[in-house]
């Protein structure tokens, strides 16, 4: 068991920008895949970011059309990563989650993440 526990989302306006952090428990979280997805209303869950573990160096990725805003970090001393999200945009409203994969190849898809945590509010106002 991986416990994830998001923080960091709230109300913010267009152009503005979000920290979220994610605390993970346990002794190998830090060999984990950690991930962030968002959904929104009425949408599937959409892949957002990526970082490898500290065996694939914490190589970080991101989805297409996030790339350039957000950004991926993992602090391994404190079991934490974080999406620095920045030129927010409306479109960006979703909660957001955190996620843990033993999958070390490229994670895009939910369905290779073991763990998840319960979610924070990003809103994104016009």
């Known amino acids: 068991q991986v416990p994830l526990v998001e923080s960091g989302g709230g109300l913010v306006q267009a152009g503005g920008s979000l920290r979220l952090s994610c605390a993970a428990s346990g002794r190998t979280s830090s060999t984990y895949t950690m991930g962030w997805f968002r959904q929104a209303p009425g949408k599937e869950r959409e892949f957002v970011a990526a970082?490898?573990?500290?065996?694939?160096?914490?190589?970080?990725y991101y989805a297409d059309s996030m790339k350039g805003r957000f950004t991926i970090s993992r602090d391994n001393t404190k079991n934490t990563i974080f999406l620095q999200m920045n030129s927010l945009k409306p479109e960006d409203t979703a909660v957001y989650y955190c996620?843990?994969?033993?999958?070390?190849?490229?994670?895009?898809?939910?369905?290779?993440?073991?763990?998840w945590g319960q979610g924070t509010q990003v809103t994104v106002s016009s």
């Open positions: 970082i490898g573990s500290i065996i694939w160096r914490s190589t970080p």
């Open positions: 996620a843990a994969s033993q999958v070390t190849t490229l994670p895009v898809r939910p369905a290779q993440y073991n763990y």
